[in-house]
């Protein structure tokens, strides 16, 4: 059974940094590209991040580039969404998602929801002082 787990959300102060962490399980998770993703409260959700099976390939919103980095560790099947420079506008629940099906290796760009087909729960990151 396909799982993501993402933790590493908290309650951080502006400016401040998080590394949030996405586990896999039960699936071929070297074979998927991954996504960050969040939602604030009364907003849909946004793709924030990719990357590709390999790590080769990244892409990012525009409002997180520069402050955002996201990587993989396949033997570890995990990823990571790393968070510097923190603002209030940040703050939302984060999920990451694994593509499936044909084209999975790779991030479309631009990408959204519908190209990512197994979700997270979730974790919440809340930046305020």
């Known amino acids: 059974q396909l799982q993501l787990v993402e933790s590493g959300g908290d309650l951080v102060q502006p400016g401040g940094s998080l590394r949030l962490s996405c586990a896999a399980s039960g699936f071929s998770f070297g074979y998927s590209a991954i996504g960050w993703f969040r939602q604030a409260p009364g907003k849909e959700r946004e793709g924030v991040s990719c990357?590709?099976?390999?790590?080769?390939?990244?892409n990012y919103v525009d409002s997180v580039k520069g402050r955002f980095t996201i990587s993989r560790d396949n033997a570890k099947k995990t990823a990571y969404l790393q968070m510097n420079s923190l603002k209030p506008e940040d703050t939302a629940v984060y999920y990451c998602?694994?593509?499936?099906?044909?084209?999975?290796?790779?991030?479309?760009?631009?990408?959204?929801?519908?190209?990512?087909?197994?979700w997270g729960q979730g974790t919440q990151v809340t930046v305020s002082s």
């Open positions: 998602a694994a593509r499936t099906g044909s084209g999975a290796s790779y991030c479309p760009g631009p990408f959204s929801e519908k190209d990512f087909g197994s």
């Open positions: 990357i590709s099976r390999s790590g080769g390939s990244t």
